[in-house]
DNA sequence: CGACCATTTGATATGGATCAAGCGATGTGG
DNA sequence: CCACATCGCTTGATCCATATCAAATGGTCG
């Protein structure tokens, strides 16, 4: 057993910031920074990271784990915004305050750093600049691709949740989901019934094998694209 | 992409591109930018600005008029991103290419800016790294919200459509709207008969008052936000 | 083993889509 | 100036995808 746990952890840590020492005169870029100035926190399943409405005074770069942005309605429906995997940055939407809140779905690694200080550096390193414009632009290029999903059917909707985690899995065919089926559901608006008809659907159309309730198996990728829009 | 599409967008490029003569010391921002290098053109009815697909080249203000953004999937629905006014800068969000098209509503101007310049410029002015940062945040914010429209009831999703409207109306009471019930529907991820029918029954509710399908009074703005979630 | 929680499965209800007219502006040719 | 076509919008009747309500099953941890 502790090798298993051994291996899923240093697979956590897989993702492609590198952290270089620091030996040398300062460094430009956005991983820099977060090796440089970052100070890693630790949260526990469920933990708050931010909350919304809080001032947005830091940038987080998970380590391991997962994180949920999301925003609760009046009225109690809950929307998430994303999932956050090692390597991903996230907290960069806020301009004053953060619209969605930012929660721990299992024990997570992040590290923190502060905006003010990344952005002033930014003033003086366009390395830095160019990268923080990168990650705000790819993170609009994902809530745009989120409306474009969720006006599809819930078919295509659990489809193309499905396809997004397994073009982030390691192995592309075998996904491993951190989050409940309630996150799945709140992702993609719709309900924990609907989104476990639909998987139980497309295991029966052998689309996909579901091996345990968190272990999502493709088993055929093109049949998949074909219930997608 | 057609080659109708290419043709017609190459032609609207072939306008020479006014460089003001610069007179004093070299002023910094993005407006800045739009007055010293954009040039001007000009979109009738349902032109294209932009295809989904194309190579993200440039940076778009609108001057007059309204443009819409949009995507188009397999099945012909159609997604309407947003709609942008005067003063509104789009084509932010591409990385590499468009993931929307974007259209005149009505006869419009708009300034592009070659991103290439912007970007090698905002390497020495902070001023425009910084507004550039700020655009692509109000941008993600912008889709972010839209998310949550998306998860909400019809009369909550028109209501939000309104109060979005309205709030970037000169008069806060009085809406011209220069976009027809689809392109609203699009937006909104309804159809026309549904968005048409909520707007009736607000009328009738007197939050609203609609003297023309185009215009939209609000009658009583805290009802309004009372049909809100 | 037993309690608890997440997930699946089943039966029914419903909001919004779809299908189908009708209506009111705007424009066009006679 | 009027008949008439057109187009965007509204209104009505019916249908269906997904929500809701309810219960059974399974997996995890003490």
């Known amino acids: 057993m502790p090798a298993q746990v051994l291996a899923t952890r240093t697979e956590a840590f897989r993702q492609p910031i590198q952290i270089h020492p620091v030996h040398k005169a300062p460094e430009n870029g956005l991983p820099a920074a977060f090796a440089m100035m970052g100070a890693p ?28 942005t999301y925003k609760v309605l009046s009225d109690g429906r809950r929307q998430v915004g994303g999932f956050y995997l090692p390597g991903d940055v996230f907290g960069i939407e806020a301009s004053e305050e953060h619209l969605f ?3 721990a779905i299992v024990p997570s690694t992040v590290t ?7 952005f002033s550096r930014a003033a003086g390193d366009s390395t830095l600049a160019r990268q923080l414009l990168e990650l705000a632009g ?8 989120h409306v474009l999903l969720l006006i599809k059917t819930a078919q295509e909707r659990v489809v193309g949740f499905l396809l997004e985690m397994a073009a982030r899995a390691r192995s592309r065919t075998e996904i491993e989901l951190p989050m409940s089926r309630q996150d799945i559901a ?17 295991e029966n159309s052998s689309a996909i094998a579901l091996p345990s309730a968190r272990r999502v198996v493709v088993r055929n990728h093109s049949a998949l694209c074909r219930f997608n829009a």
Chains 1, 2 share one sequence.
């Open 41 to 68: 926190l630790t949260f526990g399943r469920n933990e708050e990271v931010f909350g919304e409405g809080e001032g947005a005074e830091y940038l987080y770069r998970v380590n391991a784990g997962c994180i949920r």
């Open 101 to 103: 809140s930012a929660e």
């Open 112 to 118: 923190v750093l502060k905006r003010s200080m990344v």
């Open 138 to 145: 790819s993170e609009l290029h994902r809530a745009q691709s």
């Open 186 to 202: 709140d992702y993609l608006g719709l309900t924990i019934e609907t989104v476990s008809r639909t998987l139980t659907h497309l």
